[in-house]
């Protein structure tokens, strides 16, 4: 079965860290660009970072931005998020996600086509 | 970072019912775009991408449309299933945004 398992959530107080770590089976995690998304209780999904497929290329939503670290290690074919200074707003659940490029009419399109169930993360002390 | 406006925040449609969920951008971003549904306790669940491009294994009813700035996702025969909370999700330059949700009930 194709499919992305995360690990590594927890409950952890302000200005700790947690890692997280995304794992693949059914598939080469390394051929492919991972983003990572979480959810607020109760809120919408917010994008928080991408890793390209080689790792060279690395984006990061604001808020995250200078304390989450994503990075790959493809001999084990695996990708991690690593996150400091937490802080209460980071509470969430966080997915893991596959993006397949798809070509369509000679252009590469972004398909987020595989989503591990998801890690919870609770900030408090 | 491009903001995306999702609209209704949610609705209540009968069975068998057509309904259209939109999403506009803060500016252009061609197709670059992505529908989503999740349910409760679940991670979400790709039906769309590219703006119109039905994922492998979606129900046929789903369809999206629209390109540049103005976008829909449209069920044409509304099912109990399709209970769920709706996301778009632009992909055209970073940081990605998502909608704001739209939750979808079955009168």
């Known amino acids: 079965e194709v499919q992305l398992v995360e690990s590594g959530g927890g409950l952890v107080q302000p200005g700790g860290s947690l890692r997280l770590s995304c794992a693949a089976s059914?598939?080469?995690?390394?051929?492919?660009?991972v983003i990572w998304v979480r959810q607020a209780p109760g809120k919408g999904l917010e994008w928080i970072s991408y890793i390209s497929s080689s790792g060279n290329t690395i984006h990061y939503a604001d808020s995250v931005r200078g304390r989450f670290t994503v990075s790959r290690d493809h001999a084990i074919n695996s990708v991690y998020l690593q996150m400091s200074s937490l802080r209460a707003e980071d509470t969430a659940v966080y997915y893991c996600?596959?993006?397949?490029?798809?070509?369509?009419?000679?252009?590469?399109?972004?398909?987020?086509?595989?989503w591990g169930q998801g890690t919870t993360v609770t900030v408090s002390s | 970072a491009i903001q995306m406006t999702q609209s209704p925040s949610s609705l209540s449609a009968s069975v068998g019912d057509r309904v259209t969920i939109t999403c506009r951008a803060s500016?252009?971003?061609?197709?670059?775009l992505g529908w989503f549904q999740q349910k409760p306790g679940k991670a979400p669940k790709l039906l769309i991408y590219?703006?119109?491009n039905l994922q492998g294994g979606v129900p046929s009813r789903f369809s999206g449309s629209g390109s540049g700035t103005d976008f829909s996702l449209t069920i044409s025969s509304l099912q109990p299933e399709d209970s769920a909370t709706y996301y778009c999700l632009q992909d055209y330059s970073y940081p990605f945004t998502f909608g704001q949700g739209t939750r979808l009930e079955i009168k």
């Open positions: 590219a703006a119109s």
């Open positions: 996600v596959r993006d397949l490029d798809t070509l369509i009419q000679g252009l590469w399109e972004d398909a987020f086509d595989i």
């Open positions: 059914g598939f080469t995690l390394n051929n492919y660009q």
């Open positions: 500016q252009d971003i061609r197709n670059d």
